[in-house]
Protein backbone atom coordinates (compact mmCIF):
# COMPACT_ATOMS: atom_id res chain seq x y z
CA UNK A 1 0.00 0.00 0.00
CA UNK A 2 1.55 3.54 -0.81
CA UNK A 3 -0.32 6.68 0.41
CA UNK A 4 -0.75 9.61 -1.95
CA UNK A 5 -1.08 13.34 -1.51
CA UNK A 6 -0.55 16.01 -3.32
CA UNK A 7 2.66 15.12 -5.47
CA UNK A 8 4.00 13.22 -2.61
CA UNK A 9 3.63 9.55 -1.91
CA UNK A 10 4.73 7.31 1.34
CA UNK A 11 5.38 3.73 0.70
CA UNK A 12 6.02 2.18 3.96
CA UNK A 13 7.02 -1.45 1.69
CA UNK A 14 10.59 0.30 0.78
CA UNK A 15 10.29 2.94 3.69
CA UNK A 16 10.40 5.45 0.51
CA UNK A 17 9.07 9.60 0.21
CA UNK A 18 8.42 9.85 -3.40
CA UNK A 19 7.91 13.49 -4.67
CA UNK A 20 6.63 13.43 -8.45
CA UNK A 21 7.48 9.61 -8.69
CA UNK A 22 11.05 10.42 -7.54
CA UNK A 23 12.54 9.25 -4.03
CA UNK A 24 13.20 12.20 -1.78
CA UNK A 25 16.20 12.23 1.05
CA UNK A 26 14.26 11.21 4.38
CA UNK A 27 15.43 10.40 7.65
CA UNK A 28 14.20 7.09 9.41
CA UNK A 29 12.46 8.54 12.68
CA UNK A 30 10.98 11.54 10.07
CA UNK A 31 9.08 8.46 8.08
CA UNK A 32 7.65 7.16 11.16
CA UNK A 33 6.48 9.75 11.86
CA UNK A 34 4.88 11.47 8.59
CA UNK A 35 3.94 7.54 8.25
CA UNK A 36 1.98 7.40 11.67
CA UNK A 37 0.18 10.84 11.12
CA UNK A 38 -0.67 9.84 7.45
CA UNK A 39 -2.16 6.14 9.09
CA UNK A 40 -4.15 8.12 12.13
CA UNK A 41 -5.13 11.14 9.95
CA UNK A 42 -8.88 10.67 10.91
CA UNK A 43 -8.16 12.56 14.46
CA UNK A 44 -5.37 14.77 16.32
CA UNK A 45 -2.60 12.62 17.74
CA UNK A 46 -0.59 13.23 21.15
CA UNK A 47 2.43 14.13 21.97
CA UNK A 48 3.02 10.74 24.30
CA UNK A 49 1.22 8.49 21.03
CA UNK A 50 4.04 10.18 19.31
CA UNK A 51 6.71 9.44 21.58
CA UNK A 52 5.52 5.58 21.49
CA UNK A 53 5.11 5.06 17.81
CA UNK A 54 8.32 6.97 16.69
CA UNK A 55 10.43 6.62 19.98
CA UNK A 56 9.48 3.91 21.18
CA UNK A 57 7.80 5.17 24.63
CA UNK A 58 11.91 6.72 25.42
CA UNK A 59 12.03 9.74 27.15
CA UNK A 60 12.61 12.63 24.56
CA UNK A 61 12.60 16.44 25.04
CA UNK A 62 10.38 18.31 23.38
CA UNK A 63 13.02 20.37 21.27
CA UNK A 64 14.04 16.75 19.67
CA UNK A 65 10.31 16.38 19.21
CA UNK A 66 9.56 19.98 17.83
CA UNK A 67 12.39 19.39 15.05
CA UNK A 68 11.36 16.07 14.08
CA UNK A 69 7.81 17.63 13.31
CA UNK A 70 9.87 20.77 11.35
CA UNK A 71 11.34 18.20 9.59
CA UNK A 72 8.32 16.05 8.82
CA UNK A 73 7.07 19.17 7.12
CA UNK A 74 10.25 20.41 5.43
CA UNK A 75 10.13 17.01 3.62
CA UNK A 76 6.96 17.86 2.21
CA UNK A 77 6.58 21.21 1.49
CA UNK A 78 4.87 22.51 4.94
CA UNK A 79 6.10 24.68 7.09
CA UNK A 80 4.63 25.55 10.76
CA UNK A 81 3.26 29.08 9.30
CA UNK A 82 1.02 27.26 6.59
CA UNK A 83 0.46 23.81 8.02
CA UNK A 84 -0.82 22.17 4.65
CA UNK A 85 -0.37 18.72 5.66
CA UNK A 86 0.72 18.93 9.32
CA UNK A 87 -1.46 20.69 11.77
CA UNK A 88 -0.59 21.88 15.20
CA UNK A 89 -3.46 20.91 17.46
CA UNK A 90 -2.76 23.41 20.58
CA UNK A 91 -2.33 21.39 23.81
CA UNK A 92 -3.20 18.43 22.22
CA UNK A 93 -1.04 16.89 19.60
CA UNK A 94 -0.95 17.25 15.66
CA UNK A 95 -2.79 16.19 12.98
CA UNK A 96 -2.43 14.88 9.31
CA UNK A 97 -5.03 17.38 7.69
CA UNK A 98 -4.57 17.46 4.39
CA UNK A 99 -6.62 14.97 2.01
CA UNK A 100 -4.67 11.20 1.08
CA UNK A 101 -5.34 8.71 -1.06
CA UNK A 102 -4.61 5.10 -0.51
CA UNK A 103 -3.12 2.91 -3.26
CA UNK A 104 -1.43 -0.25 -4.33
CA UNK A 105 1.95 -0.34 -4.79
CA UNK A 106 3.42 -1.11 -7.91
CA UNK A 107 4.73 -4.78 -8.52
CA UNK A 108 7.94 -4.80 -7.38
CA UNK A 109 10.55 -5.79 -10.20
CA UNK A 110 11.66 -9.56 -10.59
CA UNK A 111 15.26 -8.90 -12.18
CA UNK A 112 19.00 -8.47 -10.80
CA UNK A 113 19.46 -6.79 -7.98
CA UNK A 114 15.97 -5.71 -7.17
CA UNK A 115 14.92 -9.28 -5.90
CA UNK A 116 14.82 -8.58 -2.53
CA UNK A 117 13.01 -7.45 0.94
CA UNK A 118 13.27 -5.39 2.94
CA UNK A 119 12.64 -5.81 6.88
CA UNK A 120 13.67 -3.83 9.89
CA UNK A 121 16.10 -5.29 12.98
CA UNK A 122 17.36 -4.05 16.74
CA UNK A 123 20.42 -4.13 17.06
CA UNK A 124 21.71 -4.81 21.17
CA UNK A 125 21.36 -1.15 21.89
CA UNK A 126 18.02 -0.62 20.58
CA UNK A 127 18.72 0.57 17.23
CA UNK A 128 16.71 -0.10 14.24
CA UNK A 129 18.54 -1.68 11.40
CA UNK A 130 17.61 -2.30 8.03
CA UNK A 131 18.67 -5.23 6.31
CA UNK A 132 18.21 -7.03 2.57
CA UNK A 133 17.67 -10.71 1.51
CA UNK A 134 18.04 -11.41 -2.27
CA UNK A 135 19.53 -13.50 -5.07
CA UNK A 136 20.13 -17.68 -4.44
CA UNK A 137 22.55 -19.96 -3.52
CA UNK A 138 24.91 -20.47 -0.86
CA UNK A 139 24.58 -17.30 1.41
CA UNK A 140 27.02 -14.41 1.52
CA UNK A 141 26.80 -11.37 3.96
CA UNK A 142 28.25 -8.07 3.36
CA UNK A 143 29.11 -6.26 5.54
CA UNK A 144 27.64 -2.72 6.49
CA UNK A 145 29.62 0.04 5.41
CA UNK A 146 29.98 4.02 4.87
CA UNK A 147 27.35 5.44 2.28
CA UNK A 148 24.60 3.13 1.26
CA UNK A 149 21.07 2.53 1.25
CA UNK A 150 19.21 -0.97 0.59
CA UNK A 151 16.73 0.93 -1.99
CA UNK A 152 18.65 3.63 -3.50
CA UNK A 153 21.85 0.96 -4.30
CA UNK A 154 19.27 -0.99 -6.53
CA UNK A 155 19.66 1.80 -8.74
CA UNK A 156 23.06 3.20 -8.27
CA UNK A 157 25.20 2.96 -11.43
CA UNK A 158 28.10 2.53 -8.83
CA UNK A 159 26.06 -0.15 -6.14
CA UNK A 160 23.69 -2.25 -8.69
CA UNK A 161 26.09 -3.95 -11.21
CA UNK A 162 27.88 -4.94 -8.00
CA UNK A 163 24.84 -6.07 -6.41
CA UNK A 164 23.06 -8.15 -9.54
CA UNK A 165 26.94 -9.65 -10.05
CA UNK A 166 26.70 -11.34 -6.42
CA UNK A 167 23.08 -12.28 -6.51
CA UNK A 168 23.42 -14.51 -9.60
CA UNK A 169 25.59 -17.11 -7.31
CA UNK A 170 24.67 -16.24 -3.83
CA UNK A 171 21.90 -15.77 -0.88
CA UNK A 172 22.76 -11.60 -0.46
CA UNK A 173 22.37 -10.76 2.65
CA UNK A 174 23.33 -6.94 3.35
CA UNK A 175 22.06 -4.12 5.98
CA UNK A 176 22.83 -0.14 6.19
CA UNK A 177 25.29 0.33 9.12
CA UNK A 178 23.65 2.60 12.16
CA UNK A 179 23.72 6.33 10.79
CA UNK A 180 23.20 5.50 7.51
CA UNK A 181 20.89 4.38 4.79
CA UNK A 182 16.97 3.01 5.88
CA UNK A 183 18.72 2.10 9.48
CA UNK A 184 18.25 4.98 12.37
CA UNK A 185 20.09 8.11 11.90
CA UNK A 186 19.76 9.74 15.08
CA UNK A 187 23.11 7.80 16.98
CA UNK A 188 25.42 8.72 19.40
CA UNK A 189 27.77 5.71 19.70
CA UNK A 190 29.46 4.45 16.75
CA UNK A 191 32.07 2.26 18.40
CA UNK A 192 33.43 -0.72 16.25
CA UNK A 193 31.63 -3.03 19.25
CA UNK A 194 28.35 -1.04 18.07
CA UNK A 195 28.96 -1.84 14.63
CA UNK A 196 29.61 -5.84 14.79
CA UNK A 197 25.97 -6.13 17.01
CA UNK A 198 24.52 -4.71 14.23
CA UNK A 199 25.95 -7.58 11.78
CA UNK A 200 24.66 -9.94 14.73
CA UNK A 201 21.50 -8.55 14.82
CA UNK A 202 20.92 -8.39 10.45
CA UNK A 203 22.59 -11.86 10.43
CA UNK A 204 20.15 -13.60 13.60
CA UNK A 205 17.09 -11.44 11.83
CA UNK A 206 17.77 -13.22 8.13
CA UNK A 207 18.39 -16.59 10.09
CA UNK A 208 21.72 -17.10 8.72
CA UNK A 209 23.65 -19.95 10.45
CA UNK A 210 26.61 -20.27 8.61
CA UNK A 211 27.55 -18.14 5.98
CA UNK A 212 30.81 -16.56 3.94
CA UNK A 213 31.32 -12.89 4.94
CA UNK A 214 32.37 -9.98 2.60
CA UNK A 215 33.95 -7.07 4.55
CA UNK A 216 34.97 -3.95 2.48
CA UNK A 217 36.70 -0.67 3.02
CA UNK A 218 35.51 -0.50 6.32
CA UNK A 219 33.54 -3.41 6.42
CA UNK A 220 36.32 -5.11 6.78
CA UNK A 221 37.62 -4.34 10.15
CA UNK A 222 33.95 -5.05 11.59
CA UNK A 223 33.96 -8.53 9.38
CA UNK A 224 37.40 -9.38 11.34
CA UNK A 225 35.68 -8.41 14.50
CA UNK A 226 32.45 -10.72 14.25
CA UNK A 227 34.67 -13.36 12.76
CA UNK A 228 36.70 -13.14 15.79
CA UNK A 229 33.49 -13.57 17.64
CA UNK A 230 31.44 -15.99 15.98
CA UNK A 231 34.37 -18.63 14.51
CA UNK A 232 31.18 -20.99 14.00
CA UNK A 233 29.59 -19.38 11.83
CA UNK A 234 31.77 -17.65 8.87
CA UNK A 235 33.01 -20.31 6.52
CA UNK A 236 34.50 -17.93 4.35
CA UNK A 237 36.02 -14.49 5.17
CA UNK A 238 36.74 -12.12 2.59
CA UNK A 239 37.97 -8.69 3.17
CA UNK A 240 38.51 -6.32 -0.08
CA UNK A 241 40.49 -2.85 -0.02
CA UNK A 242 40.40 -3.17 4.00
CA UNK A 243 42.56 -2.51 7.22
CA UNK A 244 43.57 -3.45 10.41
CA UNK A 245 44.53 -0.34 11.94
CA UNK A 246 42.28 3.19 10.75
CA UNK A 247 44.03 6.10 8.97
CA UNK A 248 44.42 8.13 12.50
CA UNK A 249 46.16 5.69 14.04
CA UNK A 250 48.76 4.84 11.58
CA UNK A 251 52.75 6.15 12.18
CA UNK A 252 52.15 7.58 8.86
CA UNK A 253 52.24 11.34 9.26
CA UNK A 254 50.58 11.99 5.59
CA UNK A 255 47.69 9.72 6.76
CA UNK A 256 46.88 11.15 9.57
CA UNK A 257 46.94 14.72 7.77
CA UNK A 258 44.56 13.22 4.90
CA UNK A 259 42.14 11.63 7.22
CA UNK A 260 41.54 15.08 9.03
CA UNK A 261 41.31 17.07 5.70
CA UNK A 262 38.33 14.43 4.84
CA UNK A 263 36.91 15.53 7.92
CA UNK A 264 36.98 19.11 6.49
CA UNK A 265 35.73 18.22 3.48
CA UNK A 266 32.88 15.97 4.06
CA UNK A 267 31.49 18.67 6.85
CA UNK A 268 31.58 21.73 4.19
CA UNK A 269 30.49 19.51 0.82
CA UNK A 270 28.66 16.93 2.01
CA UNK A 271 25.73 15.99 -0.65
CA UNK A 272 26.27 19.70 -2.42
CA UNK A 273 26.12 19.18 -6.52
CA UNK A 274 29.62 21.28 -7.96
CA UNK A 275 31.25 21.11 -4.18
CA UNK A 276 35.18 20.28 -4.23
CA UNK A 277 34.55 17.92 -2.28
CA UNK A 278 32.63 15.93 -5.02
CA UNK A 279 35.75 16.12 -7.12
CA UNK A 280 38.46 15.56 -4.11
CA UNK A 281 35.41 12.35 -3.14
CA UNK A 282 35.51 10.32 -6.60
CA UNK A 283 39.34 11.05 -6.78
CA UNK A 284 39.79 9.26 -3.76
CA UNK A 285 36.69 6.11 -4.30
CA UNK A 286 36.03 6.37 -7.95
CA UNK A 287 38.90 7.83 -10.36
CA UNK A 288 38.14 5.43 -12.90
CA UNK A 289 34.81 6.26 -13.13
CA UNK A 290 32.37 7.40 -15.77
CA UNK A 291 30.78 10.74 -15.84
CA UNK A 292 27.54 8.80 -14.56
CA UNK A 293 29.13 7.41 -12.19
CA UNK A 294 30.90 10.28 -10.37
CA UNK A 295 27.32 12.54 -10.73
CA UNK A 296 25.66 9.60 -8.85
CA UNK A 297 27.87 10.99 -5.70
CA UNK A 298 25.61 13.58 -5.02
CA UNK A 299 22.73 11.87 -4.64
CA UNK A 300 24.16 8.27 -2.95
CA UNK A 301 25.55 11.15 -0.24
CA UNK A 302 22.23 13.21 -0.02
CA UNK A 303 19.85 9.91 0.61
CA UNK A 304 22.43 7.61 2.72
CA UNK A 305 23.19 10.14 5.91
CA UNK A 306 23.85 13.89 6.81
CA UNK A 307 26.70 15.59 6.93
CA UNK A 308 26.74 15.24 10.33
CA UNK A 309 26.58 11.64 10.33
CA UNK A 310 29.07 11.43 7.38
CA UNK A 311 31.72 13.54 9.33
CA UNK A 312 30.86 10.76 12.81
CA UNK A 313 30.66 7.90 10.84
CA UNK A 314 34.01 8.57 9.18
CA UNK A 315 36.03 10.34 12.31
CA UNK A 316 35.11 6.61 14.44
CA UNK A 317 36.40 4.76 11.22
CA UNK A 318 39.75 6.46 10.91
CA UNK A 319 39.46 5.20 14.59
CA UNK A 320 39.07 0.99 14.13
CA UNK A 321 41.88 -1.08 15.60
CA UNK A 322 41.66 -4.78 15.24
CA UNK A 323 44.91 -5.32 15.00
CA UNK A 324 44.94 -7.46 17.73
CA UNK A 325 42.58 -9.95 16.73
CA UNK A 326 43.66 -10.44 13.01
CA UNK A 327 46.23 -13.14 14.16
CA UNK A 328 43.95 -15.15 16.12
CA UNK A 329 41.70 -15.68 13.29
CA UNK A 330 41.09 -19.02 11.66
CA UNK A 331 38.66 -18.96 9.38
CA UNK A 332 39.61 -18.99 5.76
CA UNK A 333 40.59 -16.05 4.39
CA UNK A 334 40.76 -14.29 0.91
CA UNK A 335 42.16 -10.45 1.19
CA UNK A 336 41.52 -8.29 -1.90
CA UNK A 337 43.13 -5.28 -2.75
CA UNK A 338 44.01 -2.88 -5.71
CA UNK A 339 47.14 -2.27 -6.59
CA UNK A 340 46.58 1.64 -6.79
CA UNK A 341 43.53 1.99 -4.20
CA UNK A 342 43.27 5.67 -3.34
CA UNK A 343 41.24 5.47 -0.06
CA UNK A 344 43.06 2.25 1.69
CA UNK A 345 46.70 1.69 0.58
CA UNK A 346 47.81 -1.63 -1.09
CA UNK A 347 50.46 -1.71 2.48
CA UNK A 348 46.93 -2.23 4.21
CA UNK A 349 45.76 -5.37 2.24
CA UNK A 350 49.08 -6.75 2.65
CA UNK A 351 49.44 -6.46 6.27
CA UNK A 352 46.05 -7.63 6.59
CA UNK A 353 46.97 -11.08 4.22
CA UNK A 354 51.02 -11.29 6.24
CA UNK A 355 48.75 -11.12 9.96
CA UNK A 356 45.86 -13.23 9.65
CA UNK A 357 47.56 -17.02 9.14
CA UNK A 358 46.91 -19.50 5.62
CA UNK A 359 45.17 -16.23 3.97
CA UNK A 360 45.45 -15.84 0.32
CA UNK A 361 45.63 -12.33 -1.39
CA UNK A 362 44.82 -11.02 -4.53
CA UNK A 363 45.98 -7.90 -5.95
CA UNK A 364 43.52 -6.58 -8.35
CA UNK A 365 44.88 -4.10 -10.94
CA UNK A 366 43.33 -0.60 -11.12
CA UNK A 367 42.78 2.94 -9.04
CA UNK A 368 39.46 2.67 -7.79
CA UNK A 369 38.38 1.86 -4.22
CA UNK A 370 34.71 0.16 -5.93
CA UNK A 371 35.77 -2.04 -8.67
CA UNK A 372 33.03 -1.05 -11.51
CA UNK A 373 32.16 -2.92 -14.29
CA UNK A 374 34.22 -0.93 -16.89
CA UNK A 375 37.15 -2.55 -15.23
CA UNK A 376 39.56 -4.88 -16.54
CA UNK A 377 39.09 -6.11 -12.87
CA UNK A 378 36.03 -6.72 -12.64
CA UNK A 379 35.60 -10.32 -13.88
CA UNK A 380 38.59 -10.97 -11.59
CA UNK A 381 37.24 -10.30 -8.80
CA UNK A 382 34.23 -12.33 -8.92
CA UNK A 383 35.65 -15.51 -10.14
CA UNK A 384 37.86 -15.03 -7.39
CA UNK A 385 34.75 -14.77 -5.14
CA UNK A 386 33.26 -17.95 -6.45
CA UNK A 387 36.16 -19.86 -6.74
CA UNK A 388 37.22 -19.15 -2.77
CA UNK A 389 33.43 -19.79 -1.32
CA UNK A 390 32.18 -22.09 -4.43
CA UNK A 391 34.83 -23.76 -5.36
CA UNK A 392 36.56 -24.50 -2.29
CA UNK A 393 39.58 -22.15 -2.67
CA UNK A 394 41.56 -19.58 -3.56
Given at each position: ?????????????????????????????????????????????????????????????????????????????????????????????????????????????????????????????????????????????????????????????????????????????????????????????????????????????????????????????????????????????????????????????????????????????????????????????????????????????????????????????????????????????????????????????????????????????????????????????????????????A
Amino acid sequence: MRYLFGDYALVPETRELLRAGRSCPVEPQVFDLLLFLVRERGRVVSVEELIGAVWNGRIVSDSAIGARISAARAAIGDDGAAQKWIGTVRRRGFRFVGPVEEAEAAAAPTTGAERQRVALCRSADGTRIAYATGGAGYPLVKAGHWLTHLEHDRHSPIWRPLLERLERRFRLVRYDQRGNGLSDWDIADFSLDRFVEDMEAAVDAAGLDRFALYGTSQGAPIAVAYAHRHPDRVSHLILHGGFEKGRLLRPSERERVEGEAILALIRHGWGRPGSPFIDAFATMFVPEGSREQIDSLVELQRLTTSSENAAALRAAIDRFDVSGLVGEIATPTLVIHARDDGVQPLEEGRTLAARIKGAAFLQLEGRNHVVLPQEKAWPTLFEAIERFVLGGGA
